[in-house]
């Protein structure tokens, strides 16, 4: 039986626990500056998301400071997520989320590089269906066959994953895929 993997923690956890390339991120108390401060000297970047680690599609903030993330963080109630954004990272070819469940393809995703995960949902993503495994269209999909590969490697078939795919090697672990989140709810 699958792991279920129902908050935005359960994923982080599941991606860290996988050794699953992702974003630089901390889940922090929003009152502990002194761990944003720490976070933003050892992560360098030009721009970082904070959001509300306890609430699933809650609203976000772009920061360029600490000093900005520190203050974006009072509008939530208690732990906050601060990463590097994704869109630090430049030449996205594919992002999206993808499930894979034996034959079965669900598939959202975009080659639009001023969609993020959440916009791409309101019907702005060219890919946006559900397939199976040997439909012809799936090969009209920048990197299909690549995010395929990465999802059975990482044995991550029955869970919704969101992703981003770069042209170049990115965040942790250095390599062209970026895993935002892992679900199966």
């Known amino acids: 039986m699958r792991e279920v993997v129902t ?12 050794n699953l390339n992702r974003v630089p991120e901390i889940f922090i ?3 502990d500056k002194e761990h944003m401060e720490k976070f933003f000297a050892e992560n360098v970047e030009e721009l970082y998301i904070v959001r509300d680690a306890e609430k699933s599609s809650s609203k976000y903030y772009y920061v360029k400071t600490v000093e900005e993330c520190f203050k974006q963080s009072q509008n939530f109630s ?3 997520i601060v990463a590097v954004s994704i869109n630090t990272y430049r030449n ?3 992002l999206g ?12 995703a975009t080659t639009n590089e001023n969609l993020d995960h959440r916009t791409m949902y309101n019907g702005q993503a060219e890919f946006n269906f559900q397939t199976d495994i040997f439909d012809k269209k799936l090969s009209y999909i920048p ?7 990465y999802v059975m490697k990482n044995k991550l078939d029955g869970y919704t ?20 989140e892992v679900r199966n709810y």
């Open 7 to 18: 908050t935005k923690e359960q994923s982080k956890n599941k991606i860290i626990k996988l």
């Open 29 to 31: 108390d929003k009152s």
């Open 78 to 80: 208690g732990k906050v």
């Open 92 to 94: 996205k070819i594919l």
């Open 97 to 108: 989320a993808v499930e894979i469940n034996r034959e079965v393809v669900r598939i959202c």
């Open 143 to 149: 990197e299909f066959d690549f995010l395929y590969e």
């Open 161 to 180: 994953v969101e992703f981003t795919i770069y042209d170049k090697p990115v965040g942790l672990n250095k390599e062209k895929i970026i895993i935002n």
